[in-house]
């Protein structure tokens, strides 16, 4: 027996910490090198913890819920050992014993039990299957039926790559909306549940708290006319994608859109250090995403250098990592701008919170068709409204409101894009 130490990695220089979350793997079961064990919330990620070496999993020293140090001790794993396995099939018998046990075997086959009927429909999912809090949010949100989902975790548990798998493919069942009637009667269960609040939703609350009580926070706002960016996505989007096998989407034309006005409005990109202003010449744009475990930020790193397919296709892989909570606390650091697209959830207007220490954050909303006066005649546009929400320690609102402006201008006609105008 050769027994391997499985400790909690290194995941970036200011995660100290971390909470066990679920058990991929039971005492007992096979894993290979780089196979994910188990789940790691921080307060900046939750992630997937590999196995370093293959063998078998034959100790876990960390319950779930349990909060442990980079570098703790976890669980073992017996390199030389081998999974449990069903019993070895018993020696061949000779013709002649296998004559003299047909009789028996056949009247082994006629008292053999009925099968055990099939759970009621009556039987709930959480008993049938038991979830992580996590788990469980993101199957009432999508209103699934855990039990069309196949579960690789411990005791075929779900995890979140599991549900997310099941939507993305399409195999998870949803379940039927309840009657009138059935609404009316009282839920069986507790009326109430206490959730341990997770590091990283802590952390999401504290950052947020904190910048409404250190940042002097203002809101501007304006509108533009989505029809140029959507006539150009329209006309070029196959060509696009069969070039670049990704979907031309809207976040690149405000990507860049941003880039070009933090380029002109430097301060709009700028942060405070102490008693310093550090301004980058460089334009690292976060895109705000929620997640299962709740909003996280990842970092277009150089935008300004970027494609529209390379933005797309980044911005893709972002989302990927962050619905199977494979996100790095690297694709989430040195971001100096933000955008956040509360439009896909059908916001029409918000203030969005500053995500420090950066002291801008572009909202994006919902297009909606509106009436518009253009050449003293109303016409019906795709409208939308945009929200600049800003550090007025460091940003005036002259250069918040020309900030904005340009990015208006940039998406009413896309020319500029490519023009750098």
Same mark, same amino acid.
């Given at each position: 027996?050769?027994?391997?130490?499985?400790?909690?990695?290194?995941?970036?220089?200011?995660?100290?910490?971390?909470?066990?979350?679920?058990? *991929?793997?039971?005492?007992?079961?096979?894993?290979?090198?780089?196979?994910?064990?188990?789940?790691?919330?921080?307060?900046?990620?939750?992630?997937? &913890?590999?196995?370093?070496?293959?063998?078998?999993?034959?100790?876990?020293?960390?319950?779930?819920?349990?909060?442990?140090?980079?570098?703790?001790?976890?669980?073992?794993?017996?390199?030389?050992?081998?999974?449990?396995?069903?019993?070895?099939?018993?020696?061949?018998?000779?013709?002649?014993?296998?004559?003299?046990?047909?009789?028996?075997?056949?009247?082994?086959? #006629?008292?053999?039990?009925?099968?055990?009927?099939?759970?009621?429909?009556?039987?709930?999912?959480?008993?049938? @299957?038991?979830?992580?809090?996590?788990?469980?949010?993101?199957?009432?949100?999508?209103?699934?039926?855990?039990?069309?989902? #196949?579960?690789?975790?411990?005791?075929?548990?779900?995890?979140?790559?599991?549900? @997310?798998?099941?939507?993305?493919?399409?195999?998870?069942?949803?379940?039927?909306?309840?009657?009138?009637?059935?609404?009316?009667?009282?839920?069986?269960?507790?009326?109430?549940?206490?959730?341990?609040?997770?590091? *990283?939703?802590?952390?999401?609350?504290?950052? +947020?708290?904190?910048?409404?009580?250190?940042?002097?926070?203002?809101?501007?706002?304006?509108?533009?006319?989505?029809?140029?960016? @959507?006539?150009?996505?329209?006309?070029?989007?196959?060509?696009?994608?069969?070039?670049?096998?990704?979907?031309?989407?809207?976040?690149?034309?405000?990507?860049?859109?941003?880039?070009?006005? *933090?380029?002109?409005?430097?301060?709009?990109?700028?942060?405070?250090?102490?008693? #310093?202003?550090?301004?980058?010449?460089?334009?690292?744009?976060?895109?705000? &995403?929620?997640?299962?475990?709740?909003?996280?930020?990842?970092?277009?790193?150089?935008?300004?250098?970027?494609?529209?397919?390379?933005?797309?296709?980044?911005?893709?892989?972002?989302?990927?990592?962050?619905?199977?909570?494979?996100?790095?606390?690297?694709?989430?650091?040195?971001?100096?701008?933000?955008?956040?697209?509360?439009?896909?959830?059908?916001?029409?207007?918000?203030?969005?919170?500053?995500?420090?220490?950066?002291?801008?954050?572009?909202?994006?909303?919902?297009?909606?068709?509106?009436?518009?006066?253009?050449?003293?005649?109303?016409?019906?546009?795709?409208?939308?409204?945009?929200? +600049?929400?800003?550090?007025?320690?460091?940003?005036?609102?002259?250069?918040?409101?020309?900030?904005?402006?340009? &990015?208006?201008?940039? *998406?009413?006609?896309?020319?500029?894009?490519?023009?750098?105008?």
């Amino acid at each position: 027996m050769a027994i391997e130490d499985i400790k909690i990695p290194q995941m970036g220089e200011s995660v100290a910490e971390g909470t066990i979350g679920t058990w *991929l793997k039971k005492v007992g079961d096979r894993v290979e090198a780089d196979e994910p064990i188990v789940e790691v919330e921080t307060d900046k990620v939750a992630m997937e &913890v590999p196995s370093p070496v293959a063998g078998v999993l034959v100790e876990i020293v960390v319950e779930e819920g349990t909060d442990v140090e980079i570098g703790a001790l976890i669980a073992k794993v017996d390199t030389e050992g081998k999974a449990a396995s069903a019993p070895s099939p018993a020696p061949k018998e000779s013709k002649a014993e296998a004559k003299e046990a047909a009789p028996a075997k056949e009247e082994k086959k #006629e008292s053999a039990p009925a099968p055990t009927p099939a759970p009621s429909s009556s039987s709930s999912s959480e008993e049938l @299957m038991p979830m992580s809090p996590a788990v469980r949010r993101v199957v009432e949100d999508y209103n699934l039926d855990p039990a069309s989902i #196949e579960g690789t975790g411990k005791d075929g548990r779900l995890t979140k790559a599991d549900v @997310m798998g099941a939507i993305e493919s399409g195999s998870a069942r949803t379940l039927s909306q309840p009657t009138a009637a059935a609404s009316i009667q009282p839920a069986a269960g507790p009326r109430e549940e206490r959730v341990k609040m997770t590091r *990283l939703r802590k952390r999401i609350a504290e950052r +947020l708290k904190d910048a409404q009580n250190t940042a002097a926070m203002l809101t501007t706002y304006n509108e533009v006319d989505m029809t140029a960016v @959507m006539e150009a996505r329209n006309k070029y989007k196959d060509l696009f994608a069969k070039k670049h096998n990704i979907k031309l989407g809207f976040m690149s034309f405000f990507t860049k859109a941003c880039c070009l006005g *933090l380029k002109e409005i430097p301060s709009v990109n700028a942060q405070i250090e102490g008693d #310093e202003i550090v301004y980058h010449n460089y334009a690292n744009i976060g895109v705000a &995403v929620s997640s299962p475990n709740g909003l996280v930020v990842p970092v277009l790193k150089d935008a300004q250098d970027m494609s529209f397919a390379d933005t797309e296709l980044s911005i893709a892989n972002y989302g990927r990592k962050a619905r199977d909570g494979k996100l790095t606390v690297d694709d989430m650091q040195n971001g100096t701008f933000t955008i956040s697209n509360g439009g896909i959830f059908g916001s029409l207007m918000s203030s969005p919170i500053l995500n420090p220490p950066q002291s801008g954050i572009l909202g994006m909303h919902k297009i909606q068709e509106r009436p518009v006066a253009i050449g003293g005649q109303v016409v019906i546009r795709p409208m939308m409204y945009l929200a +600049l929400s800003y550090d007025h320690r460091i940003i005036d609102g002259r250069e918040a409101v020309t900030f904005l402006v340009r &990015v208006k201008e940039a *998406l009413e006609d896309p020319t500029r894009l490519l023009l750098d105008m």
